[in-house]
C-alpha cells in the first residue's frame, strides 16, 4: 500500500517537473534579411509667420533585393504633420501615419483581401531641439511612436498597440553660397511596451538602429531636391506560443537594409 503511494506520488512529481520544463523551454531560432531598397518621397510644407506649418507627405519603398521573400514593393507612408515653433530653438511636431503594407511571395488570397492585414496607422509626438553656429546646424529630436494594427494577434505574442521611442541625432551643414546642403543623422528606436515574453532578460530592448547621409540640392527658392544613403540594423523578437501555453518558441530577426533616395521639397 505503501509502495503503491510513493509510486503514485514519483508519478505525480514527474508529470510536474515534465509540464515546468515545456513551460520554461525555449526553441531558439535566428533568422537574417539582407536588403536593398529603393526609396521616393516628396513633402509639401507650408509655413506661417505664427510658427506654425502644415506638411504632407507621401513615401514609397521597394526592395529590389530582399533575401527572404525576393524583390517587391515594400509599404507606403502617407503623412500629415502639424508643427509648431514656440521659440526659435525647439520644435513640436504632432502627426499620423497612413502606413500600406506590400504584399509578397509569402501573402496568401486571403490574407490580400483583407485589408486589417495590410493597413497600418501611427501617430506621433516629438520635440525637437536645434542650434546653429556658422556652418552647421546641430539638433536632438525626440519622438514618441504609437503604432497600431486592426488585425487578429495573440496578445501575448505581440501588441495591437506598439509604443516606441525614436531618438535622433544629427547635423546640417551650411555652405556659404552654395545650393547644397550635406547632413548626416543618426537614430536609434527602442521599444516602451513589448510584451513580457518579446522582451529581452525581462527588459525592453533597441529595435533598430539607422543613420542616413546626404545633401540637399535647392533647386528654386521654394523647392529642393533630398539625395541620400540610408543603413538601417533592424532587430526583432517573435514569439509563437503554442495553444496549451506550454511551449514557447523564440526568433531573433535580424535586418541589414541598405537604401538609396531621392526626395522632392516644396516649403512655401
Given at each position: ?51 506654425l ?47 500600406l ?103 525592453q ?42 511551449y514557447?518558441?523564440?526568433t ?17
Open positions: 500500500m505503501v509502495k503503491s503511494y510513493r509510486l503514485k506520488l514519483i508519478g505525480v512529481l514527474l508529470l510536474c517537473s515534465i509540464s515546468t520544463f515545456a513551460w520554461n523551454y525555449r526553441s531558439e531560432d535566428v533568422v537574417t534579411d539582407n536588403v536593398a531598397q529603393l526609396r521616393f518621397g516628396t513633402t509639401f510644407t507650408k509655413k506661417w509667420r505664427t510658427g506649418q502644415l506638411g504632407v507627405s507621401e513615401d514609397l519603398w521597394f526592395d529590389v533585393y530582399n533575401s527572404e521573400v525576393g524583390p517587391h514593393f515594400r509599404k507606403s507612408y502617407t503623412t500629415v504633420d502639424l508643427g509648431y515653433k514656440p521659440i526659435e530653438y525647439v520644435k513640436l511636431d504632432l502627426g499620423y501615419t497612413l502606413k503594407l506590400g504584399p509578397d511571395s509569402t501573402w496568401s488570397d486571403s490574407k490580400k483581401a483583407d485589408a486589417n492585414e495590410w493597413i497600418r496607422h501611427r501617430l506621433y509626438f516629438s520635440v525637437t531641439g536645434s542650434y546653429t553656429f556658422d556652418y552647421a546646424k546641430i539638433y536632438l529630436r525626440e519622438r514618441v511612436q504609437l503604432d497600431m494594427r486592426t488585425d487578429s494577434v495573440n496578445l501575448l505574442e505581440k501588441n495591437k498597440y506598439d509604443l516606441f521611442l525614436r531618438s535622433r541625432v544629427g547635423t546640417d551643414f551650411i555652405i556659404p553660397g552654395k545650393p547644397f546642403k550635406p547632413y548626416l543623422w543618426v537614430e536609434l528606436i527602442n521599444t516602451l511596451n513589448a510584451p513580457k515574453y518579446q522582451q529581452k532578460n525581462g527588459n530592448f533597441i529595435c533598430s538602429v539607422r543613420t542616413q547621409i546626404g545633401f540637399k540640392w535647392r533647386i528654386t527658392r521654394l523647392s529642393s531636391l533630398d539625395f541620400f544613403y540610408r543603413f538601417t540594423y533592424g532587430y526583432d523578437r517573435d514569439i509563437n506560443i503554442t495553444r496549451t501555453k506550454g514557447i518558441e523564440l531573433e530577426e535580424k535586418l541589414y537594409m541598405h537604401s538609396v533616395g531621392v526626395r522632392y521639397n516644396l516649403d512655401w
